[in-house]
């Protein structure tokens, strides 16, 4: 099983992004200005989770995405959410969004 990290391992990858290191999950909070701009912020975070094959819990709203990251199988935070963390603060940039 791959072993999980805990916040003091994580708080470098984290610093400067929306990510903050909550119990056994990464979360985060984008503000998207309108609907059709959270739903372009989550096509673009549901083409990275299909990439790395690691997949968040959402939830979505007008103007609102959170994102929570863990790994359920491991049953805590590990790389993999490290990983897809930097690809959603990578596009939220892009967009516009952070
Ligand atoms: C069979 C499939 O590879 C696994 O269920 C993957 C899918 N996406 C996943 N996403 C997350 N966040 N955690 C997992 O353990 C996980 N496992």
Do not use: C
Request: proline share 1%; hydrophobic share 40%.
């Amino acid at each position: 099983m791959t072993s999980t990290l805990d916040s003091g391992a994580t708080s470098d990858a984290l610093e400067g992004t929306a990510f903050t290191h909550e119990g056994d999950a990464l979360v985060a909070h984008f503000d998207t200005k309108d609907f059709a701009g959270a739903m372009r912020l989550l096509n673009a975070v549901a083409d990275s989770a299909e990439s790395l094959n690691h997949h968040p819990d959402v939830e979505l709203g007008y103007g609102r995405l959170d994102l929570r990251l863990t790994s359920h199988e491991a049953g805590g935070v590990t790389d993999l959410d490290l990983e897809l963390a930097r690809h959603v603060q990578a596009a939220a940039r892009e967009l516009g969004y952070a």
